[in-house]
């Protein structure tokens, strides 16, 4: 016995779903097109995919930056970088750079913008600390001070004979401070650097973070402090899972600034510090360019420093996707 299978027709069974009707091309959408999304397209490849795959090829020659014709030396240059010393030494300082400059300044940030929008008194409705409107602008005027101002400032800051620094250490006892080399010393130049850094930025970040925090509706807050949930508590188990995608972000910002932190060790190190300590892979590279003439080998750092870049952001998301955070935003 055999089972015969008839197709359902029209009007019979199951509906047969409508086929979506193409849009036709009007000059009006094809016009928007090319304004809004080819404009800005051609140029994104002018002016940066152009540009790195142009260094992509100049590392694998010998070129020199000044002469007409460059010689193919396929990979060498790269095994070049990564056996120097030099260079692997500014990479390891900004490994420690992309450690430590993120966390310390998004977790200074985030406390201050949590005491200036839900820090405040305890009794009534959630608030900040009084006054908080002054302490953000006070807490961000640093980031509209230009970074080259900032380190040069600092610098004088700094300094061993003249710096004021060691002038109000003396001041209140403490003698070992009188003509101490902050920045010329190998075992505080990165701390005093890195301090500099984070005082430029948590301003900034501090106000991105408050403008998210004061998107969370202030019943969750209150529901919480009703729960008996201290501030810590609050902040910890509420705040961060509400405002990740804001941290993420600021994460990124923040690491790729430290891969590069270029105009900082300029202007406070231009040598790289002492025994190299606060060298950088854009000082480095500059340097060989510019002072050696190589430039195949500083377009062989210049896409190194992409690549670890790229990682790094790519890290990052990684990471706060292995962590949840599409779910927990939901």
């Known amino acids: 016995m055999t089972a015969v299978v008839t197709p359902l027709q029209p009007g019979r069974g199951a509906a047969v779903p409508a086929r979506p009707r193409r849009r036709k091309l009007t000059l009006d959408r094809v016009s928007f097109m090319l304004v809004f999304l080819g404009v800005p397209l051609a140029i994104y490849v002018i002016f940066v ?16 930056g000044f002469t007409p ?19 692997l030494r500014a990479m390891r300082n900004n490994i420690i750079l992309v450690v430590v400059l993120p966390l310390v300044t998004i977790v200074l940030a985030l406390a201050l913008a949590s005491l200036l929008t839900v ?18 602008v006070v807490s961000f005027f640093p980031y509209v001070i230009p970074a080259i101002v ?57 106000v991105l973070f408050v403008a998210a925090i004061k998107g969370i509706p202030a019943e969750i807050f209150e ?21 990740r ?35 950088v892979m854009s000082q480095q590279l500059l340097t060989t360019a510019f002072t050696k003439g190589q430039f195949g080998v500083a377009c062989a750092m210049g896409v190194v420093l992409a690549v670890v870049t790229l990682a790094f952001s790519g890290l990052v998301f990684l990471v706060n996707r292995l962590l949840g955070g599409k779910e927990e935003t939901r």
């Open 119 to 136: 820090g405040g008194s305890s009794r009534g409705q959630t608030r900040g600390l009084k006054g908080s409107d002054f302490y953000r």
């Open 49 to 64: 995919v152009s540009p790195f795959l142009q260094a992509v090829y100049y590392s694998l020659t010998s070129w020199s």
């Open 69 to 87: 014709t460059q010689t193919f030396v396929g990979l060498d240059n790269y095994t070049r970088v990564l056996t120097d010393s030099i260079f």
């Open 150 to 206: 900032i380190g040069i400032m600092w610098s004088r800051i700094y300094d061993p004979s003249a710096g004021i620094l060691n002038g109000l250490l003396t001041r209140v006892g403490v003698d070992s401070a009188a003509s101490f080399p902050w920045l010329g010393d190998e075992r505080t130049a990165m701390p005093a650097t890195i301090f500099v850094i984070v005082w430029g930025f948590v301003g900034f970040y501090m």
């Open 245 to 279: 995608d804001n941290v993420q972000t600021a994460y990124v910002y923040m690491g790729i600034l430290a891969l590069d932190a270029f105009v900082y060790m300029a202007a406070l190190n231009p040598g790289g510090g002492p025994n190299n300590s606060t060298l």
């Open 223 to 243: 529901a919480a402090r009703i729960d008996g949930a201290g501030r810590l508590r609050t902040a910890v188990s509420i705040t961060v899972p509400l405002i």
